[in-house]
């Protein structure tokens, strides 16, 4: 008997065995000598750009439209309002590293929140959250890459074209934010660069410039999407002064989609794009956008119940921190309740944010929520927290104290509110001080109202 001939055979047949079952996520073309990337799933990372959509009147999701075209699963670990660091502490990179692994293509947006956040340093020329925000991506492609994830990061869009910041700072500090984005954009090179292959870069600057300077980037047919500063829901790239509409999260799927077959590409040939009827089904150029009609609500309004699906709301952020300590807010807060059945309250709460009912003519107040979240608030005690002696109790509408009626704080064009206790601490250990939580940017008021979906019915009793 040849039993080294048999035992050959059977290491050759054991080799084809295991090649035939196991899956290839990357391999070689022969005819081009470039690499090819086989993927199973798609996964979102980072802020409201790519995910957190209570309402439905955002999607679907660029990175949503990427894993329908290219026949993979989806799973959504993106979450409005986050920052770098935020991420992070919540541990998404880590959630997705310990369930997926190779095979899985990441598409992340992060840093717009932290830029955000940074915005009266940036008009100073002060450009270091640049440093920070490269700190914990870092962190964060570390993981992923360990986990054999593949990661195609998206920079950020030149933010002095973004609405939320050219209607709150003068124009002659918006070369700032050119300045500071064009940097951000060159040092997210570099940061891909130390990962080779598995981390790319989809340069949504670039795709946002040309939507936003090239009017036949958004035609379809003899339709054009309309560009900021115009916001609408429906035929605008914008909805509001942060996110893409549906259409708009269609033509970037696309430029998207584009930066994958480059950077990615299958071993079967390009992946198709969204056709011209796919982006004109996701938005409506018959309809004649109307303004919603004024709501007014009789009787208690923290009693007032709206068809989410047919109510319009802004959004408004909202963070709480005791001797800096973030406080999260639940979600659902003022959702689905035992009053408001498969419907909402006046306000409810997502993650990071409280969705307000956008066309209501009552005076909606910051009392109005803790009353409907059942907690106490008032200058001297949030929740079961009191202002004990030496201490205090501060509030920011938009980054300026408030100083008025605390029994009726009014929310009216307010887009983002800190509540911040500060009482003694004892027993502190060395002379470490606990770190402080990054709060919201200074914002002035008179900013328009987010929009949300379509119309609520015309008056509202208990």
């Not at 090819?36 to 949503?64: E, K, M, N």
């Not at 309740?337 to 409280?354: I, P």
Request: glycine share 8%; net charge negative; proline share 5%.
């Amino acid at each position: 008997m040849n039993v080294g001939h048999r035992s050959k055979s059977a290491i050759v047949f054991l080799l084809l065995a295991i090649s035939l079952v196991s899956p290839v996520v990357s391999s070689q073309d022969e005819q081009t000598g470039k690499q090819t990337f086989q993927f199973h799933t798609i996964a979102s990372l980072g802020d409201s750009t790519l995910g957190s959509d209570p309402t439905g009147y955002r999607g679907p999701f660029a990175s949503i439209h990427a894993a329908n075209l290219m026949e993979l699963d989806y799973y959504e670990g993106a979450v409005g309002g986050d920052r770098s660091w935020t991420l992070i502490n919540a541990g998404r990179h880590t959630s997705i590293a310990e369930n997926y692994s190779a095979g899985t293509l990441v598409t992340m947006m992060v840093g717009a929140w932290d830029f955000i956040d940074s915005d009266i340093n940036i008009v100073d020329g002060d450009y270091s959250f640049i440093d920070n925000l490269e700190e914990n991506i870092t962190i964060i492609l570390d993981t992923l890459v360990a986990s054999e994830i593949d990661v195609l990061v998206w920079n950020l869009p030149n933010m002095s074209f973004l609405p939320f910041l050219t209607q709150i700072f003068p124009t002659e500090v918006h070369p700032h934010f050119t300045e500071a984005s064009l940097l951000w954009a060159n040092r997210l090179d570099e940061i891909a660069d130390r990962y080779g292959e598995s981390v790319q870069i989809f340069d949504l600057m670039s795709a946002s410039d040309d939507l936003l300077q090239n009017k036949s980037a958004r035609e379809l047919g003899s339709n054009e999407v309309i560009s900021p500063p115009e916001m609408c829901e429906k035929n605008c790239i914008m909805v509001d002064s942060l996110h893409p509409t549906s259409v708009g999260q269609g033509l970037l799927a696309n430029y998207m989609m584009v930066a994958i077959n480059e950077k990615f590409p299958s071993p079967n040939g390009d992946y198709p794009l969204l056709s011209e009827e796919d982006l004109l089904a996701l938005a409506d150029f018959s309809l004649s956008e109307q303004p919603n009609e004024v709501i007014s609500i009789d009787g208690d309004i923290t009693k007032a119940c709206f068809d989410w699906s047919e109510s319009s709301y802004r959004q408004m952020y909202l963070s709480i921190s005791n001797n800096g300590e973030d406080i999260p807010v639940p979600s659902y807060i003022g959702f689905n309740t035992e009053l408001c059945r498969q419907s909402t309250h006046v306000m409810y709460s997502g993650e990071s944010s409280v969705n307000i009912i956008s066309n209501i003519e009552n005076n909606l107040t910051l009392n109005h929520f803790f009353e409907i979240w059942g907690k106490n608030f008032s200058s001297q005690q949030i929740m079961d927290l009191a202002v004990s002696e030496g201490g205090s109790l501060t509030l920011f509408l938009d980054g300026v104290e408030y100083n008025g009626d605390w029994g009726s704080i009014p929310l009216e064009g307010v887009i983002s509110i800190e509540i911040k206790l500060s009482n003694p601490v004892e027993d502190i250990v060395g002379e470490e001080e606990p770190s402080r939580t990054p709060g919201f940017s200074v914002i002035l008021s008179g900013f328009a109202l987010l929009l949300a979906s379509s119309r609520a019915p015309r008056r509202f009793g208990q």
